[in-house]
C-alpha cells in the first residue's frame, strides 16, 4: 500500500465502482486483464468475473482509474456504456476498516454469481433480462414527488435492497409512501423476504433502490419472475450514490449511504444522523470500531462510550427478536473450550479468531464476520478428536469460518480387539486371555446412529471385546437413533445457533445429509444454508425419499483409486447424486478416510464456501 503513503503525489486519490451484466466468453483473459491492468496501475481492491459479467469496487490515484476506465472499454466494447461511478476520497489509512473492506490487497475471483440472491435453489431463477426498469435519479425523485402529493393508497411502495445494517443510517423516508424494509442480514435472504410478503407487493409499483444497483438487478428480475400481479417494477440506475450526487441535499433521502470501501458511509450536505447506538439508544452512524452481533457477526452501532463503558456482548436486533440473550456461562474460559451444556465443545481459537461471546473490541482486528460452521464427527469419535483431525482444515479456513464441535448423543462403550480371535483354537487354549487397556486414559466415543440391537447400559463403563475384525460395510447396519440425535442438534441450534452451515464427516455426513433432506420442515428449528459432506453414505430411510435435495451442497470423497477402507467411492457418489446438481460441487481426491487440505482441494472448498457471504 505504498501509494496510500505517497504524500509527495498531488495526484487525488478516489475509488471507482462499476458492475456490467454482459456474456464473457474468455473469463481467463478478463482475469489475466485485470490482473496486468490493475496491478500496473497500482489499483487495490476487489474484482468479481462470471461469466454473466463484473462487479468491481477498486481505489488509486484518480488518473490511474481513469486510464483502468479507458483500457477496459479499449479491451472489450460491451463495456463501453458501463456506468462506472467515480468519486474523490481521502486516502485509506492501513488499518482493519481497509482489510475488511478489501483495500489492502488486489482481489481477483472467478465466481458463480456476481451477487448471490439465495443460498438455495430458487424455483424461479431469475433472468436478469428481465430486470426491472431502470429509472434515472430524476426520474425516481419525480416518482416520489408525485406519490407525496397523493393519497397513502397511491398504489406505489418503496423497497430497500440492502441489508439491515444498512438501512440503519440512511435510507428514503417520503410521506405517504409505504418503505419497505426487509431487515435481512445478508441479501442472499432477501429472495426469502420475497416470498414470504408477495402478497405485500403484488399489484403495486414497486421502487426499488440499493447502494450502485447491482443488488436490485437481480431482485427486480426475481419479483418480475412470479408473473402476473409482479409486472410493475423499477429501479434506481446507479443506485444512493447516483440519486446523491442529483441531489446534493439529500432529496428524499435521510442520513449517510453505507459503502463497501474504505469510506464506510457516504453523506448529503444535510446528513442527519438517524442511526442509533445498540446499548444507549443515542444518535449514532459510525461503524468505523466494526462492532458485530457475538451471535450471527452482523454490524452493530454501539457508541465510543458504551464500548469503552460496557462489557457485556453485543446482540443485534435481529437475534434479540429470536430470543437470543447473553449466555449465563462462559463459553470460552483460560483458553480452553468450556461446555455450556453436556455434549457441546468449541474450538480452541488462534489469536486472531474471535471468541465467542467476547466482545469486539475498538482496536480488535478479528471482527470481520465468518462463516459459522457445526461440525459433525464420524462413528465413535468425538468432539475433541474431530478437531484435531481438522486441525489443519481450521488453520486453512481460519479466515472465513468458525468451526463449533460437538459430540453425538448416543455413547458407546469401550471395544477392544482380543489378539486370541485369530490364533488356530488348539494354539489359542494354551494362552491367557488380553485384558483390556485401562479405561481411564481412554476418552469416550459417541455415534449419530447405533445397530438396531444397541444397549446403552454398558457404555462408558466396562469394555466389550470386537464382535470380530473391522467391517467396512458396519455403517450399513448403524441405522437406528436418528430421533435422539435430531432432538439433540434442534438443542444445539436453539442454543448456541445461528450456523451457516453445517459440515459432516462419514456418519456424521450421514447425519447432516439425513438433515438437509428435510431443511424445509426443519425451517424455524435448524436454520443453515448449505452442508459440506466429507466421506459421506447416505442411509435407507423414508426421510432421504423427498426428490432432489435442494440444499447447496459440497461433497468432499476418495475416487475410485483413493485409499478409503472405511466408505467406498460408490457410496459417496450416490448420496451426491441424491443433490440437486445446480446447487452441489463434487471434489474427489486420493487422500484416504480423510478431508484433504492441499491445493487444488482446499482451494475448491474455499471457492464453495465464499459464495455464502
Given at each position: 500500500?505504498s501509494?496510500?503513503n505517497?504524500?509527495?503525489?498531488d495526484?487525488?486519490?478516489g475509488?471507482l465502482?462499476?458492475y456490467?451484466?454482459?456474456?464473457?466468453?474468455n473469463?481467463a483473459?478478463?482475469?489475466?486483464?485485470?490482473r496486468s491492468?490493475?496491478?500496473?496501475l497500482?489499483l487495490?481492491?476487489?474484482?468479481?468475473?462470471?461469466?454473466?459479467?463484473?462487479?468491481?469496487?477498486?481505489?488509486?490515484?484518480?488518473?490511474?482509474?481513469h486510464s483502468?476506465?479507458d483500457a477496459?472499454?479499449?479491451?472489450?466494447?460491451?463495456?463501453?456504456?458501463?456506468?462506472?461511478?467515480?468519486?474523490?476520497?481521502?486516502?485509506?489509512?492501513?488499518?482493519?476498516?481497509?482489510?475488511?473492506?478489501?483495500f489492502a490487497?488486489?482481489?481477483?475471483r472467478?465466481?458463480?454469481e456476481l451477487?448471490t440472491?439465495?443460498?438455495r435453489?430458487?424455483?424461479?431463477?431469475?433472468?436478469i433480462?428481465?430486470?426491472?426498469?431502470?429509472?434515472?435519479?430524476?426520474?425516481?425523485?419525480?416518482?416520489?414527488?408525485?406519490?407525496?402529493k397523493?393519497?397513502?393508497e397511491?398504489?406505489?411502495v418503496?423497497?430497500?435492497a440492502?441489508?439491515?445494517?444498512?438501512?440503519?443510517?440512511?435510507?428514503?423516508?417520503?410521506?405517504?409512501?409505504e418503505?419497505?424494509?426487509?431487515?435481512?442480514r445478508?441479501?442472499?435472504?432477501?429472495?426469502?423476504?420475497?416470498?414470504?410478503?408477495?402478497?405485500?407487493?403484488?399489484?403495486?409499483?414497486i421502487l426499488?433502490?440499493?447502494?450502485?444497483?447491482i443488488?436490485c438487478?437481480m431482485?427486480?428480475?426475481y419479483i418480475r419472475?412470479?408473473?402476473?400481479?409482479?409486472e410493475?417494477v423499477?429501479?434506481?440506475?446507479?443506485?444512493i450514490?447516483?440519486?446523491l450526487?442529483?441531489f446534493?441535499?439529500?432529496?428524499?433521502?435521510q442520513g449517510?449511504?453505507?459503502?463497501?470501501?474504505?469510506?464506510?458511509?457516504?453523506g448529503?450536505?444535510?446528513?442527519?444522523?438517524?442511526?442509533?447506538?445498540?446499548?444507549?439508544q443515542?444518535s449514532?452512524?459510525?461503524?468505523?470500531?466494526?462492532c458485530?452481533c457475538?451471535?450471527c457477526?452482523?454490524?452493530?452501532?454501539?457508541?465510543?462510550?458504551?464500548?469503552?463503558e460496557s462489557?457485556?456482548?453485543?446482540?443485534?436486533?435481529?437475534?434479540?427478536?429470536?430470543?437470543?440473550?447473553?449466555?449465563?456461562?462462559?463459553?470460552?474460559e483460560n483458553?480452553?473450550?468450556?461446555?455450556?451444556?453436556?455434549?457441546?465443545e468449541?474450538?480452541?481459537f488462534?489469536?486472531?479468531?474471535?471468541?465467542?461471546?467476547?466482545v469486539?473490541k475498538v482496536?480488535?482486528?478479528?471482527?470481520?464476520?465468518?462463516?459459522r460452521?457445526?461440525?459433525?464427527h464420524g462413528?465413535r469419535?468425538?468432539?475433541?478428536?474431530?478437531?484435531?483431525r481438522t486441525a489443519?482444515?481450521t488453520k486453512?479456513?481460519?479466515?472465513?469460518?468458525?468451526?463449533?464441535?460437538?459430540?453425538?448423543?448416543?455413547?458407546?462403550p469401550?471395544?477392544?480387539?482380543?489378539?486370541?480371535?485369530?490364533?488356530d483354537?488348539?494354539?489359542?487354549?494354551?494362552?491367557?486371555?488380553?485384558?483390556?487397556?485401562?479405561?481411564e486414559?481412554?476418552k469416550?466415543?459417541f455415534?449419530?446412529?447405533?445397530?438396531?440391537?444397541f444397549?446403552?447400559s454398558?457404555?462408558?463403563v466396562d469394555?466389550?471385546?470386537?464382535?470380530g475384525?473391522?467391517?467396512?460395510?458396519?455403517?450399513?447396519?448403524?441405522?437406528?437413533?436418528?430421533?435422539?440425535?435430531?432432538?439433540?442438534?434442534?438443542?444445539?441450534f436453539?442454543q448456541e445457533?445461528?450456523?451457516?452451515?453445517i459440515?459432516?464427516?462419514?456418519?456424521?455426513?450421514?447425519?447432516?445429509?439425513?438433515?438437509?433432506?428435510?431443511?424445509?420442515?426443519l425451517?424455524?428449528e435448524?436454520?443453515?444454508?448449505f452442508?459440506v459432506?466429507c466421506s459421506g453414505f447416505?442411509?435407507?430411510?423414508?426421510?432421504?425419499?423427498c426428490g432432489?435435495i435442494?440444499c447447496p451442497?459440497?461433497?468432499?470423497f476418495?475416487n475410485?483409486?483413493?485409499?478409503?477402507?472405511?466408505?467406498?467411492?460408490?457410496a459417496s457418489?450416490?448420496?451426491a447424486?441424491l443433490?440437486?446438481s445446480?446447487c452441489?460441487?463434487?471434489?474427489?481426491?486420493?487422500?484416504g478416510?480423510?478431508?484433504?487440505?492441499?491445493?487444488?482441494?482446499?482451494d475448491e472448498?474455499k471457492d464453495?464456501?465464499?459464495?455464502?457471504?
Amino acid at each position: 500500500m505504498s501509494q496510500n503513503n505517497d504524500n509527495d503525489s498531488d495526484d487525488p486519490y478516489g475509488v471507482l465502482l462499476y458492475y456490467k451484466y454482459a456474456q464473457i466468453a474468455n473469463l481467463a483473459d478478463l482475469a489475466a486483464f485485470f490482473r496486468s491492468n490493475c496491478s500496473s496501475l497500482r489499483l487495490l481492491g476487489r474484482v468479481r468475473l462470471s461469466s454473466r459479467g463484473v462487479n468491481v469496487t477498486v481505489g488509486g490515484d484518480l488518473s490511474s482509474l481513469h486510464s483502468h476506465i479507458d483500457a477496459l472499454k479499449a479491451y472489450n466494447a460491451c463495456f463501453r456504456d458501463t456506468d462506472f461511478k467515480l468519486a474523490t476520497c481521502h486516502h485509506p489509512l492501513d488499518d482493519k476498516v481497509s482489510v475488511e473492506c478489501g483495500f489492502a490487497s488486489l482481489s481477483i475471483r472467478i465466481v458463480d454469481e456476481l451477487v448471490t440472491l439465495a443460498s438455495r435453489p430458487l424455483l424461479n431463477s431469475p433472468d436478469i433480462s428481465n430486470a426491472g426498469k431502470h429509472l434515472s435519479a430524476l426520474e425516481f425523485h419525480s416518482s416520489l414527488h408525485s406519490a407525496n402529493k397523493e393519497s397513502p393508497e397511491n398504489g406505489l411502495v418503496l423497497l430497500d435492497a440492502r441489508n439491515l445494517y444498512e438501512t440503519r443510517i440512511g435510507k428514503f423516508r417520503v410521506p405517504n409512501v409505504e418503505t419497505l424494509d426487509p431487515q435481512v442480514r445478508q441479501y442472499s435472504d432477501l429472495s426469502t423476504w420475497i416470498d414470504d410478503n408477495g402478497e405485500r407487493l403484488r399489484g403495486k409499483n414497486i421502487l426499488m433502490y440499493c447502494t450502485g444497483g447491482i443488488r436490485c438487478e437481480m431482485a427486480s428480475a426475481y419479483i418480475r419472475s412470479k408473473g402476473a400481479g409482479f409486472e410493475n417494477v423499477f429501479q434506481l440506475f446507479g443506485g444512493i450514490q447516483r440519486y446523491l450526487e442529483q441531489f446534493p441535499d439529500g432529496g428524499f433521502f435521510q442520513g449517510k449511504n453505507f459503502v463497501f470501501d474504505h469510506r464506510i458511509s457516504v453523506g448529503s450536505s444535510d446528513a442527519n444522523v438517524i442511526g442509533t447506538c445498540l446499548v444507549c439508544q443515542c444518535s449514532f452512524d459510525d461503524y468505523s470500531s466494526r462492532c458485530r452481533c457475538t451471535y450471527c457477526r452482523m454490524l452493530v452501532l454501539v457508541c465510543s462510550s458504551c464500548q469503552n463503558e460496557s462489557s457485556a456482548p453485543y446482540i443485534c436486533e435481529l437475534c434479540q427478536k429470536q430470543g437470543k440473550a447473553v449466555r449465563s456461562t462462559q463459553l470460552i474460559e483460560n483458553g480452553e473450550p468450556k461446555k455450556s451444556y453436556p455434549g457441546v465443545e468449541f474450538q480452541k481459537f488462534s489469536p486472531d479468531t474471535m471468541c465467542l461471546p467476547q466482545v469486539p473490541k475498538v482496536d480488535d482486528p478479528r471482527t470481520s464476520r465468518k462463516l459459522r460452521i457445526l461440525c459433525l464427527h464420524g462413528f465413535r469419535q468425538n468432539a475433541s478428536s474431530f478437531k484435531g483431525r481438522t486441525a489443519s482444515l481450521t488453520k486453512k479456513l481460519k479466515k472465513m469460518t468458525e468451526f463449533v464441535f460437538l459430540d453425538a448423543p448416543h455413547e458407546l462403550p469401550f471395544i477392544y480387539q482380543n489378539p486370541m480371535s485369530g490364533l488356530d483354537v488348539n494354539c489359542a487354549s494354551t494362552l491367557p486371555p488380553n485384558p483390556p487397556p485401562p479405561s481411564e486414559n481412554c476418552k469416550k466415543k459417541f455415534a449419530w446412529f447405533v445397530t438396531p440391537n444397541f444397549d446403552g447400559s454398558t457404555r462408558g463403563v466396562d469394555w466389550k471385546v470386537a464382535d470380530g475384525p473391522f467391517d467396512p460395510l458396519q455403517y450399513q447396519q448403524q441405522t437406528d437413533g436418528y430421533g435422539i440425535s435430531l432432538s439433540h442438534l434442534k438443542n444445539v441450534f436453539s442454543q448456541e445457533g445461528p450456523f451457516d452451515g453445517i459440515l459432516g464427516f462419514s456418519q456424521g455426513a450421514a447425519m447432516a445429509a439425513l438433515i438437509s433432506a428435510q431443511q424445509e420442515k426443519l425451517k424455524g428449528e435448524m436454520d443453515f444454508k448449505f452442508v459440506v459432506l466429507c466421506s459421506g453414505f447416505a442411509l435407507k430411510m423414508k426421510e432421504m425419499e423427498c426428490g432432489p435435495i435442494k440444499c447447496p451442497s459440497l461433497h468432499i470423497f476418495g475416487n475410485e483409486h483413493g485409499k478409503d477402507r472405511q466408505i467406498a467411492n460408490q457410496a459417496s457418489k450416490e448420496l451426491a447424486s441424491l443433490y440437486n446438481s445446480d446447487c452441489s460441487v463434487i471434489v474427489e481426491h486420493d487422500c484416504g478416510h480423510i478431508i484433504p487440505t492441499r491445493p487444488p482441494f482446499i482451494d475448491e472448498i474455499k471457492d464453495f464456501l465464499v459464495r455464502f457471504f
